[in-house]
């Protein structure tokens, strides 16, 4: 298998923070899915907890979009006990807080869309196969 360029990196990178966002964003249906520790967890895999990487395909609204979603992430988890049920999480109200940062981070990166997974790109190409396709109005 060929090396992956730095570049082809962070496009990979980006899709799979967008997909962390849909999930954040789409908590009702992925917080019943993965479960409470998996639902920060499938977040902090992609976006480390120390914060995120940098990244030459976001653009700096997306950065800082992407900021506001980990600072937000990072005090629910401080705030939350290490275990807990799913429905005394949805009952402390994070996820619908984390829910709206999370939906505009998602819809700003959403406006240039997903980059290839195959080969370099200047700008964003795709959005074929993404579940939230109809969420977003995305044709």
């Known amino acids: 298998m060929a090396d992956l360029s730095d570049r082809l990196l962070d496009q990979r990178l ?19 899915k993965v479960g409470f520790v998996e639902y920060f967890e499938t977040f902090f895999d992609v976006v480390p907890y120390e914060g995120p990487y940098p990244n030459a395909t976001m653009s700096n609204a997306e950065g800082d979009a992407l900021r506001k979603v980990h600072q937000v992430m990072v005090e629910a988890c401080d705030a939350t006990p290490k275990t807990m049920s799913e429905a005394s999480f949805i009952a402390s109200g994070w996820p619908q807080r984390i829910e709206s940062i999370a939906d505009e981070a998602l819809r700003l990166m959403l406006t240039r869309g997903r980059f290839s997974e195959e080969r370099e790109e200047a700008a964003p190409t795709s ?12 044709h």
């Not at 967008?18 to 917080?31: R, T």
């Not at 959005?127 to 995305?138: C, F």
Request: charged share 40%.
């Open 127 to 138: 959005d074929d196969g993404w579940p939230w396709r109809e969420r977003y109005n995305r």
């Open 14 to 32: 980006r899709n799979r923070v967008m997909e962390g966002l849909f999930g954040l964003a789409d908590w009702k249906d992925s917080l019943e």
